[in-house]
């Protein structure tokens, strides 16, 4: 079967750095999307790795490692409205693309 | 910036009656979803469009479920006889390829309530 695992979730520090994995066991492999969503609103796209290594978009990165099925998402300077839940999803060999629950997380100050 | 609009943002109906959600895609784009999701839980699959027909579809999207594109803008989705189960935030999504770099573009969702 498909399976995509990530945190349930996690709690951080405004201005700090934070990690949120994700491992991913699907019927083929053709890239790898990080999405935010705030409670109630649509998911919005943040990156895309399709090759093994680190992606950095501003206060955001990721990183995939395709031998070991993990993604990484690295979100740095944390800011309240960083609190979401953070989407891990995987298109499979026939470009679906397959998602894991979210991580939910929570910015203190 | 392009987006993809849906309507109504909020639905409720009767359990066993029909809805049809309604979802605009970005003008240049070639690939239309569906997807569900029930409060509190993951982003499920319904199906993919493509060049007027179905290329994909989920286990979910059953006999109960019909998609549309009706015109050369509108791309529907039709759930005949709904269940209290039904109730979801409903999202439309397009890509303009089916290419394994090109992100979906969500629309806002449309809010199923089922009474």
């Known amino acids: 079967g498909q399976n995509i695992d990530q945190p349930t979730e996690m709690t951080a520090t405004e201005g700090a750095i934070v990690q949120i994995n994700c491992t991913y066991q699907?019927?083929?492999?053709?890239?790898l999307f990080w999405y935010q969503q705030h409670a109630g609103e649509a998911p919005t796209f943040l990156s895309y790795?399709?090759l093994d290594g680190l992606e950095e978009k501003g206060r955001f990165s990721s990183f995939l490692s395709r031998s070991k099925g993990y993604s990484y998402l690295l979100l740095k300077e944390l800011q309240m409205k960083d609190s979401a839940s953070y989407l891990c999803?995987?298109?499979?060999?026939?470009?679906?693309?397959?998602w894991g629950a979210g991580t939910k997380l929570i910015i203190k100050p | 910036e392009p987006e993809v609009t849906q309507t109504p943002s909020h639905q409720v109906t009767q359990m066993g009656q029909e809805v049809i959600l309604r979802c605009v895609p970005i003008?240049?784009?070639?690939?239309f979803y569906w997807y569900r999701q029930i409060l509190g839980q993951k982003v499920e699959f319904l199906v993919s469009?493509?060049?007027?027909?179905?290329?994909?579809k989920s286990e979910i999207f059953d006999d109960q479920f019909s998609v549309e594109r009706p015109d050369g803008s509108n791309f529907t989705l039709k759930i005949r006889s709904t269940k209290l189960e039904d109730s979801a935030m409903y999202f439309c999504?397009?890509?303009?390829?089916?290419?394994?770099?090109?992100?979906?573009?969500f629309g806002d969702g449309t809010r199923l309530s089922i009474l």
């Open positions: 999504a397009s890509s303009q390829l089916l290419s394994s770099n090109q992100p979906q573009h």
């Open positions: 003008s240049n784009h070639l690939y």
């Open positions: 469009f493509y060049n007027n027909e179905i290329s994909e």
């Open positions: 699907t019927s083929g492999f053709n890239g």
């Open positions: 790795n399709v």
């Open positions: 999803a995987v298109t499979d060999s026939n470009y679906q693309l397959i």
